[in-house]
């Protein structure tokens, strides 16, 4: 959480010290929501998700580590009008854009890791234990 707040986030929640991390959300914005949250937890998130989402809301469900199917409050997501978008892998032309994006704007991704590509199963170990902070990149 340190290092979040070292590269410029406002405010950090830990989901697993606050289970009800949706309502701290909303909390931390004097109840009005969040406008975008990034969804990678899938089924067993998104309700915390909705819940921190602004009325008119956007999530963009791009993981699903926690299982393919669940239970949606669609409640919840009538009255707050909140958005969900599946976002894929894009095409190469979308990737290209991207790196083109990323170099313009001189952004620098957080690489927690690199490994020569002999040692790729050390860093999928690694990448499993969960203890990277950023990317863990393989060297061609």
Same mark, same amino acid.
């Given at each position: 959480?340190?290092?979040?707040?070292?590269?410029?986030? /406002?405010?950090?929640?830990?989901?697993?010290?606050?289970?009800?991390?949706?309502?701290?959300?909303?909390?931390?914005?004097?109840?009005?929501?969040?406008?975008?949250?990034?969804?990678?937890?899938?089924?067993?998130?998104?309700?915390?998700?909705?819940?921190?989402?602004?009325?008119?809301?956007?999530?963009?469900?791009?993981?699903?580590?926690?299982?393919?199917?669940?239970?949606?409050?669609?409640?919840?997501?009538?009255?707050?009008?909140?958005?969900?978008?599946?976002?894929?892998?894009?095409?190469?032309?979308?990737?290209? /854009?991207?790196?083109?994006?990323?170099?313009?704007?001189?952004?620098?991704?957080?690489?927690?890791?690199?490994?020569?590509?002999?040692?790729?199963?050390?860093?999928?170990?690694?990448?499993?234990?969960?203890?990277?902070?950023?990317?863990?990149?393989?060297?061609?």
């Amino acid at each position: 959480m340190a290092k979040l707040q070292r590269l410029g986030a /406002d405010n950090v929640i830990n989901y697993k010290a606050v289970p009800e991390w949706g309502q701290k959300a909303k909390d931390l914005t004097d109840g009005r929501g969040v406008d975008h949250v990034i969804e990678v937890g899938g089924p067993a998130t998104l309700s915390e998700s909705i819940t921190a989402c602004r009325t008119g809301g956007h999530i963009a469900l791009i993981g699903l580590l926690t299982g393919f199917t669940g239970e949606v409050s669609i409640p919840a997501l009538f009255s707050n009008q909140i958005r969900i978008s599946g976002i894929s892998i894009g095409s190469r032309a979308d990737q290209e /854009d991207m790196i083109r994006a990323i170099t313009i704007n001189r952004l620098k991704p957080i690489i927690d890791r690199r490994f020569p590509l002999q040692e790729i199963g050390t860093a999928f170990k690694y990448y499993e234990s969960q203890m990277h902070f950023g990317k863990v990149c393989l060297e061609l």
